[in-house]
């Protein structure tokens, strides 16, 4: 699974990997710098195509600030708050008692439910396009932020089930025959031994749960049309369509659209590397 140490003995060997793995870490941030050097230019710097080179003149918050002055991108980040974060609870919450009903509590028909929510994670988003839009449609759902949610919700429960309930069955069987024999019910056992155990695994998958629906764009075109309930990605690309030339707004844009994820990463990076190892050493 993971690659075998390079002895000590072969110094070569050990050069060649590292250049390589900062060829690799080159070629990977370059787009990126690209982006967030471009954020920094004037519009003249790229008119002229000064696209890799120093900016002429630095525009350290005017491009930021002209993003929220001149667009709706403010209207954007809020509308995308209110569709990821109750997304990204209600994921939480039913994954984790789906999981837990799934690894501790087997009846018939058990593994066929299983199958049923891994499954639909197999499903190409495009088939499901048309029906889910008419769905939307018939029950007056579409472009509201309901749509996004209900969405984003049933679509990565079935992930989210496959994580909680692989780290929960893998809870030593002890814990829940001493709340059995203490007379706890099985809620109480949910949340006062579960849900503390699995605490780094939530964290992990909070993360991972929250940057997928923060960086749809797929749905959010399909499912949204009025200014009024588009997420961030859905009005960057209008953004894009109202400044086709002013790469650097654009670009200054993107860097905004992009840190919610990566702050929330930052933030939460100790329980989020804790809960993935965790399911490395009991997977």
Known sequence: ????????????????????VA???????????????????????????????????????????????????????INSLIITIPSTIAVLVLSTMTGFVLSRYP???????????????????????????????????????????????????????????????????ELFQAARAEGASPWQTLVHIVAPLVRPALAALAILVFTFIWNDYFWAVVLTQSDAVKPVTAGLSNLRGEWVSQWNIVSAATILVAVPPVLMFFLMQKHFISGLTMGAVKG
């Open 107 to 173: 009846f018939r028909g058990a593994m066929a439910i299983f199958a049923l929510f891994v499954g639909g994670n197999f499903l190409p988003q495009q088939i499901m396009m048309i029906p889910i839009r008419d769905l939307m449609v018939a029950t007056s759902l579409y472009d509201t932020f309901w749509a996004l949610i209900l969405f984003h919700v049933a679509f990565q429960t079935g992930f989210a089930t496959l994580f909680m309930r692989n780290f929960i069955a893998a809870l030593p069987d």
């Open 1 to 20: 699974m993971y690659p075998r140490p390079i002895p000590e003995n072969r110094p070569f060997a050990r050069f060649s990997y590292g250049a390589l």
């Open 23 to 77: 060829l690799v870490l080159v070629l990977w941030l370059l787009p990126l710098f690209a982006v967030v050097m471009t954020s920094f230019r004037s519009f003249d710097d790229v008119m002229a195509g000064n696209y890799w080179g120093w900016p002429s003149k630095v525009m350290w918050f005017e491009n930021y600030a002209a993003v929220f002055q001149q667009s709706k991108m403010l209207d954007y980040f």
